[in-house]
Structure formats: C-alpha cells, structure tokens
Antibody, heavy 123, light 106 residues
C-alpha cells in the first residue's frame, strides 16, 4: 500500500526540540521529493520545507518562519523522512503533514499525504 | 514571495448547485496552480494540478481553469461529499497556499 505515516509529535515547552519522522511505503522513496506542510489549529495550510531526491542534489529549502530552526533530512535506506525542530515557539503548534512533491518540467504538486502528527508548543 | 488569495472565504450551497471558487496570485505563476480538498480531521487531497488537469480518481464534476494570476475551481453539481474546505496552491516558486474556501450546506 502506498502510504506515508508520521510520528513523533507531542507536547514540548517553548525553546525545546522535537524530531518528527515520516515512514514511506509502497513507492520508490529515494526518487521522491519530500515536503513538510503544517496546519495550525483552525487555520490554513503552510509549507514548511522540502528535501529533493539525492538524484536531484538532495538539497533543502525552508519557509522563512522556520529557516535556521528546522532541519529536514532523509534516510533512503530506511525510507524515512525527518523534521528536526529546534528553538520551538508557541506559533509552531500545528499538525505536521509529510507529503510527496511531484516535480516535472511544467507540473509540481503535492500528491501523497500522510495523516499528520500534532505538535503542541506550550509551557 | 508569492501571495495567494481566494474568494469567497466561505459559501453556503445546496446539493446540485454549481459552485465556483476563485484564486488569485500576486504575480504571474503561469499554470503552476493546484487545488486541494480538505475535510475536517483529514489530510488534504489533490484535486486539480497544473491549473486544469484532473488528478486520477477525482470525479469529473471538478474542473479547473485559468493561467497567469487568475484561476477558478468549479464543481458542476455539488454532492454531499463535497462539503469541505478548498485550498489553491502555487508551485511556481517557493510553495504557498491560499487561505481556503469553506463550502458548507445551505
């Protein structure tokens, strides 16, 4: 079955750290661009960042609000995507989704999504 | 950064109605525009990519159009399972989403 399963969410104090994981199955993970998208309670969707496939350089990009605090990495041998979140703020409270990002010359979209994991930053 | 706006922010409609949602980009994004549907407590689902291409498995009552800065999502005949929030998303540059349009029952 083609799926993404996030884990690692929970309650953390402001200034703390947390690492999210996303386990992929049913497709060739190593070929996929992967992104994290978050959604604060009752709010809209916000792209967090991406990591390209190693074939495409394995580079990362981040949204301005998380740049310098969050790090995306991947372990293709384990078919797993990671999001290391440091210096967490209350405004980082959200459901975090991992998603595959299909990319071609004239199309780019998020096609496969996990169910999400909730991160709550509160004292 | 490219800003996305949507209108209306919410609408009430009846089963069988034709529904149109508009999305506007702050600069030209060619056809790099996607539409997603999200139901409460669920992950978003891709409906339309590249402005007008229907994702596999999505009913044909959904359609998309537009290019440049102005785009529309149309549901030709609203069904009970279509009551949800709809987001547009540009993929021309660093991804960004519109604020969403909630479609509820009239």
């Amino acid at each position: 079955e083609v799926q993404l399963v996030e884990s690692g969410g929970g309650l953390v104090k402001p200034g703390g750290s947390l690492r999210l994981s996303c386990a992929a199955s049913g497709f060739t993970f190593s070929n996929a661009w992967m992104s994290w998208v978050r959604q604060a309670p009752g709010k809209g969707l916000e792209w967090v960042g991406r990591i390209k496939s190693k074939t495409d350089g394995g580079t990362t990009d981040y949204a301005a609000p998380v740049k310098g605090r969050f790090t995306i990495s991947r372990d293709d041998s384990k078919n797993t995507l990671y999001l290391q979140m440091n210096s967490l703020k209350t405004e980082d409270t959200a459901v975090y989704y991992c998603t595959t990002e299909y990319d071609s010359s004239d199309e780019r979209y998020f096609d496969l999504w996990g169910r999400g994991t909730l991160v709550t930053v509160s004292s | 950064d490219i800003q996305m706006t949507q209108s209306p922010s919410s609408l009430s409609a009846s089963v069988g109605d034709r529904v149109t949602i508009t999305c506007r980009a702050s600069q030209s994004i060619s056809s790099y525009l996607n539409w997603y549907q999200q139901k409460p407590g669920k992950a978003p689902k891709l409906l339309i990519y590249a402005a007008s291409s229907l994702q596999s498995g999505v009913p044909s009552r959904f359609s998309g159009s537009g290019s440049g800065t102005d785009f529309t999502l149309t549901i030709s005949s609203l069904q009970p399972e279509d009551f949800a929030t709809y987001y547009c998303q540009q993929s021309y540059s660093t991804p960004s989403f519109g604020p969403g349009t909630k479609v509820d029952i009239k």
